[in-house]
């Protein structure tokens, strides 16, 4: 109940193309859901993120989806630059509280060719 | 300037060693973090930390031992090295709390240790 599952795990795509990458989550207690970002040799960094009371948030091209119902949730890379090559978590946790326990998803790989 | 950093960068050792990875956040959080990157770059969290009490422990084994001497410091030291331990380790840290704004983890970027 703790997984977070993710896909795809790699993806390439044309500079100006759309990425899509999905996540879906069994614990309903989960109630924060950010998106992470990580180049070579780097941590990662924070990317969006989303509460469960919102469907949609959106920060210049990157937008995350959210459907509570189906327990997924989605990042879309509008516009793709060869710059956003790199590999992205999503992540789930149960928000507030001392700590920020992420449970991270298996990462996805974007090659963004130009 | 960095916010979250660690040290050392790489860690080349033998089975059986014994090895710390030092951290240091200078953001004013309350709250610190180990996660493990895997060969597959699967993240999991380790231990979490707020004001230097133990927070999560997350079925680590007893030879991973975590040290706290202050809010701005987290340690990792690790007893009888096995080759199973090979990893990237990432310190983070967060400030806790209900405000819309919390919740990110700022990471470092990370120590590389090869057990051979």
């Known amino acids: 109940q703790q997984q977070v599952k993710q896909s795809p795990q790699s993806l390439i795509v044309q500079k100006g193309g759309i990425s899509i990458i999905n996540c879906a989550y069994e614990?309903?207690?989960?109630?924060?859901f950010p998106w992470y970002q990580q180049f070579p040799g780097k941590g990662p960094a924070l990317l969006i993120a989303i509460r469960p009371d919102v469907s949609e948030k959106k920060e210049g091209r990157f937008t995350i989806s959210f459907n509570k119902s189906a327990k997924q949730f989605s990042l879309h890379i509008m516009d793709s630059q060869p710059g956003d090559s790199a590999t992205y978590f999503c992540?789930?946790?149960?928000?507030?509280?001392?700590?920020?326990?992420?449970?991270f998803g298996t990462g996805t790989l974007l090659a963004v060719q130009p | 300037d960095t916010a979250v950093s660690q040290t050392p960068k790489y860690l080349v050792t033998q089975m059986g060693n014994d090895k710390s990875i030092k951290c240091e956040q200078n953001?004013?959080?309350?709250?610190m973090y180990w996660y493990k990157q895997d060969s597959k770059k699967f993240l999991k969290i380790m231990f979490s930390?707020?004001?230097?009490?133990?927070?999560i422990n997350e079925t680590v084994p007893n030879r991973f031992s975590p040290k706290s001497p202050d809010k701005a410091h987290l340690n990792l030291h690790i007893n009888s090295l096995e080759l199973g331990d090979s990893a990237v380790y990432f310190c983070?840290?967060?400030?806790?709390?209900?405000?819309?704004?919390?919740?990110?983890?700022?990471f470092g970027e990370g120590s590389r240790l090869t057990v051979l």
């Open positions: 930390y707020n004001n230097k009490e133990l927070i």
């Open positions: 614990n309903t207690a989960f109630d924060y």
């Open positions: 953001l004013g959080h309350d709250t």
């Open positions: 983070a840290s967060s400030q806790p709390g209900f405000n819309r704004d919390t919740g990110e983890l700022f």
């Open positions: 992540a789930a946790s149960i928000f507030g509280g001392a700590t920020n326990k992420l449970i």
